[in-house]
């Protein structure tokens, strides 16, 4: 599975449970840690919760699992680190709080218009 279909999954989780503000950077020229970032906000902790169980079983269903995920318990911020690709699910305050689109502003935005729901 390309990276590119792997975002795609992710997005359509993402947007299926009413995720907000999807944001997908492409961070490959920047760092060694990911080729992506995907950002995405929830409404709360339940809803970020929600998002990232979601992303987590359709990638499931597709063969693919996370290599760790980090932040379930309090659930404002969970990171999933898909290898190549790490999703962050935040709450409206703390996204605002550590900015990564702003953090992370010299990688390229991804559209991902075509790849909504």
Known sequence: MTELEKITAIVKALDSKKAE?????????LTIIADYF????????????????????????????PDHIEGVDG??????DFGDIIVHVFCKDT????????????GEVIDISGMLC
């Open 95 to 106: 996204r605002a709080q550590y900015s990564l689109e702003k953090l992370w502003s010299d």
């Open 38 to 65: 995907v950002i995405a906000g929830g409404t709360s902790t339940t809803h970020t919760k929600a998002l990232a169980d979601e992303t987590e079983f359709k990638l499931g269903e597709l063969g693919i699992k």
């Open 21 to 29: 503000e999807i944001t997908v950077i492409k961070i490959t020229d």
């Open 75 to 80: 659930a404002s911020w969970i990171a999933m």
